[in-house]
């Protein structure tokens, strides 16, 4: 499978060799006749289906690629627009200060000043027309629409895409929260800057399921993959949904992010994936012992002073209308950039410096046919940094993969710590194979489950990977989730699951006897109200409640909002009682104030909210069902929904070797033009728990076309 994965890749690279066209050249100024000109090089077909989502044809993945920017422009430019400035280190030029501190890190960390120098020789053919093909439909989009501000940020060149693979997965590993831990001083060399993310942030988005259920398990004999990641709601991370096929191989619909140029999750009649954010450890921190605490010239390695490199950063920050030159020199050592604190001088070294792989395993992975070729795409490009991939095909295959581009450690260091800088033991020495890595491929207990929790917990007993079997540096997930909680009492006690079991498993809004607002809840029973009558009546609700997050439910109010403030959004901090009746307290108080009553239904106060209008809906925060909201009790009297399930999308291979798949998105395709139909069309479905069936055929979307065009002809 490898080989023959092998040979499609170089045909394919062959192919765009030899008909890639050329985009504009680096530090060309942009101009409408020249994106034309380009433009004319690809052909792509899109055709918008009666919910506005773009379906995309073309005969090279170059031309999808360009089908897709063009129609993801018409409907999402803002965001792809910051997603290429945050790559560039030039996002606040246009945001201001909000984009301060994201520009100094990108620059900082220098991948973007990689990619410009090093694209051409880097960048692997197949690779470099997708991205150019990607670009040039931005740039064509901006040619065509002179009335908005585009042109400030074109042109877009392929430079532009490949450093958005390079910059952008260090966000889902944590790498921001470990720098600024370092510049907070946050870090010591007792407790791991690791840690101090931990226990300082949480984040919400950061979520997200993955369920599949192989014939042996299905009571008809199906196969069926749930992708569902847990975005924000709105912004630079949050799903677009498109259909993609090209003749190239990629035959898919599924979501993925502004300024991506192929599919990150999804599914198709062959094949599918989910993914869920996992927490490997993909840096180290090293105090380095230097010259001059304050200002630093040389630091030690082996006994020997070694020069830093130096170079000057330089971005400018919008402040009052106008760019505010900012400037300062950065350094770096072997081992990574460098942080001079109060502390003292740290260096990190983290995971994807320099790598061009990334969207060369994208694409292995959209073209791919089945679980083995995803599994040789994995060890093929090794690329991608971190996430959970829950995997699944029409020929019954199902898999689960902890993904990590997995450094080399030399045994010994304690690498929840801060590590010596001034030895080259501590240094990496090149990478894992994946295949060291936890995995549990076609189960023989016949499902898959993954919800953020630990790799040693994603099937049945007899198929899970055992803790001795990796090495303490891989830092396996330890992270206990409702969800997964939840998926393993579920998929676990079921051996013949149905069609209509498979959908309620997923939508499941209940919260497990393990979970932490469960033993809240049961702890509160242990407390004394005294003389205290209105402590005594929000401890009653508390009491009654079913551990249920539905739509009628009186009792789920009170509890779920008071465990997340007394244990963060997601519910995962520890448990403290203090601190849990405060929050009691003053949740009810707050309802008390909001609502009249400690008691409202679930319905009254989560909803989901879009275009001046709301809608009640089942879930909450850690659960299957996962709405996590956030606003103003007082003013709104609700809280909408920001983040937890947004895209979904299940895949249903018949063994007849049929095939349904049923998505849905949280709002809909017009992301930020709210005087589209559009803009909030699938938002009542959404809240509903209901689905749509794309048309997965061109005769199909065809006949319910709202638009057919090609871009630039």
């Given at each position: 499978m490898l080989r023959s994965l092998t040979l499609a890749a170089s045909a394919i690279a062959l192919a765009a060799c030899a008909t890639a066209p050329t985009g504009f050249?680096?530090?060309?100024?942009?101009?409408?006749?020249?994106?034309?000109?380009?433009?004319?090089?690809?052909?792509?077909?899109?055709?918008?289906?009666?919910?506005?989502?773009?379906?995309?044809?073309?005969?090279?993945?170059?031309?999808?690629?360009?089908?897709?920017?063009?129609?993801?422009?018409?409907?999402?430019?803002?965001?792809?627009e910051e997603v290429v400035r945050s790559s560039r280190g030039t996002l606040s030029e246009i945001v201001g200060d909000a984009g301060a501190k994201s520009d100094d890190m990108i620059l900082a960390l220098g991948n973007t000043d990689i990619v410009n120098r090093e694209y051409d020789s880097k960048t692997s053919p197949q690779s470099k027309a997708v991205a150019e093909g990607y670009?040039?439909?931005?740039?064509?989009?901006?040619?065509?629409?002179?009335?908005?501000?585009?042109a400030r940020t074109m042109p877009v060149t392929g430079r532009d895409i490949i450093a958005g693979f390079v910059n952008r997965p260090m966000s889902f590993y944590g790498l921001e929260a470990e720098i600024d831990s370092l510049l907070s001083g946050r870090a010591s060399m007792e407790m791991s800057t690791r840690q101090a993310f931990i226990n300082t942030t949480d984040d919400i988005e950061l979520g997200s399921n993955g369920l599949a259920v192989a014939p042996s398990r299905s009571a008809d004999g199906h196969t069926r993959l749930a992708a569902n990641s847990h975005q924000p709601y709105e912004g630079r991370v949050a799903w677009y949904e498109a259909r993609l096929k090209s003749e190239e191989g990629i035959d898919l619909i599924g979501g993925l992010f502004p300024g991506t140029p192929i599919i990150l999750t999804g599914v198709g009649?062959?094949?599918?994936?989910?993914?869920?954010?996992?927490?490997?450890?993909?840096?180290?921190?090293?105090?380095?012992?230097?010259?001059?605490?304050?200002?630093?010239?040389?630091?030690?390695?082996?006994?020997?002073?070694?020069?830093?490199?130096?170079?000057?950063?330089?971005?400018?920050?919008?402040?009052?209308?106008?760019l505010v030159?900012?400037?300062?020199?950065?350094?770096?050592?072997?081992?990574?950039?460098?942080?001079?604190?109060?502390?003292?001088?740290?260096?990190?070294?983290?995971?994807?410096?320099?790598?061009?792989?990334?969207?060369?395993?994208?694409?292995?992975?959209?073209?791919?046919?089945?679980?083995?070729?995803?599994?040789?795409?994995?060890?093929?490009?090794?690329?991608?940094?971190?996430?959970n991939y829950i995997v699944g095909d029409s020929k019954g295959g199902i898999a689960y993969f902890w993904n990590a581009h997995m450094p080399k450690r030399t045994p010994g260091w304690d690498r929840t710590k801060v590590l010596p800088g001034d030895t080259s033991e501590t240094l990496w020495k090149g990478w894992e194979s994946p295949t060291t890595l936890p995995s549990v491929i076609r189960p023989k207990s016949g499902y898959i489950v993954n919800a953020n929790n630990s790799p040693l917990l994603p099937s049945g007993p007899e198929d899970n990977p055992k803790a001795e079997n990796y090495p303490k540096d891989y830092a396996l997930d330890k992270l206990v989730t409702n969800r997964g909680l939840r998926a393993q009492e579920l998929f676990g006690a079921d051996t013949s699951i149905t069609r209509e079991e498979f959908f309620a498993y997923k939508m499941d809004d209940r919260y497990a006897a393990g979970s932490n607002v469960r033993k809240m809840q049961a702890d509160f029973k242990n407390v004394d109200p005294g003389q205290d009558a209105d402590l005594k009546a929000a401890l009653d609700i508390v009491a009654a409640w079913d551990g249920r997050a539905d739509m009628e439910n009186r009792n789920a109010a009170l509890t779920i909002f008071t465990g997340q403030a007394a244990m963060g959004s997601q519910i995962h901090d520890a448990y403290n009682r203090d601190k849990a009746l405060k929050a009691l307290k003053e949740t009810a108080a707050l309802l008390r104030a909001s609502h009249g009553r400690l008691d409202?239904?679930?319905?009254?106060?989560?909803?989901?909210?879009?275009?001046?209008?709301?809608?009640?809906?089942?879930?909450?925060?850690?659960?299957?069902?996962?709405?996590?909201?956030?606003?103003?009790?007082?003013?709104?009297?609700?809280?909408?929904?920001?983040?937890?399930?947004?895209?979904?999308?299940?895949?249903?291979?018949?063994?007849?070797?049929?095939?349904?798949?049923?998505?849905?998105?949280?709002?809909?395709?017009?992301?930020?033009?709210?005087?589209?139909?559009?803009?909030?069309?699938?938002?009542?479905?959404?809240?509903?728990?209901?689905?749509?069936?794309?048309?997965?055929t061109l005769e199909g979307v065809v006949a319910e076309a709202t638009r057919d065009y090609r871009p630039g002809k």
């Open positions: 050249a680096p530090g060309a100024p942009f101009d409408a006749a020249t994106a034309r000109s380009i433009a004319a090089s690809y052909d792509a077909r899109v055709i918008r289906d009666k919910f506005g989502v773009p379906h995309i044809y073309g005969k090279r993945n170059a031309d999808v690629a360009y089908g897709l920017a063009y129609a993801h422009a018409e409907d999402d430019w803002k965001n792809i670009a040039a439909g931005l740039n064509l989009w901006c040619a065509e629409h002179p009335e908005t501000s585009c009649p062959n094949f599918g994936w989910a993914s869920t954010v996992n927490k490997p450890d993909l840096f180290d921190t090293f105090k380095l012992t230097v010259d001059d605490e304050k200002n630093p010239t040389k630091y030690q390695l082996d006994g020997a002073w070694k020069e830093f490199e130096r170079k000057q950063i330089k971005y400018n920050v919008l402040r009052n209308g106008a030159p900012v400037e300062r020199t950065a350094l770096s050592s072997i081992q990574g950039p460098v942080y001079i604190t109060d502390k003292g001088v740290f260096a990190m070294s983290y995971v994807g410096k320099g790598d061009f792989k990334h969207l060369d395993q994208y694409l292995a992975i959209n073209m791919a046919k089945t679980i083995d070729d995803w599994r040789a795409a994995q060890i093929k490009y090794n690329a991608i940094p971190s996430v409202p239904k679930w319905s009254e106060v989560s909803r989901v909210a879009r275009g001046g209008q709301s809608w009640p809906t089942n879930g909450g925060p850690d659960t299957l069902r996962a709405v996590y909201v956030a606003g103003d009790l007082m003013k709104d009297k609700f809280r909408s929904g920001r983040a937890g399930d947004t895209y979904v999308a299940i895949a249903d291979w018949a063994p007849d070797g049929t095939y349904r798949i049923d998505t849905i998105h949280q709002y809909g395709s017009a992301t930020i033009d709210a005087a589209s139909p559009h803009y909030a069309d699938q938002a009542p479905i959404f809240a509903a728990e209901k689905w749509k069936q794309p048309p997965m």
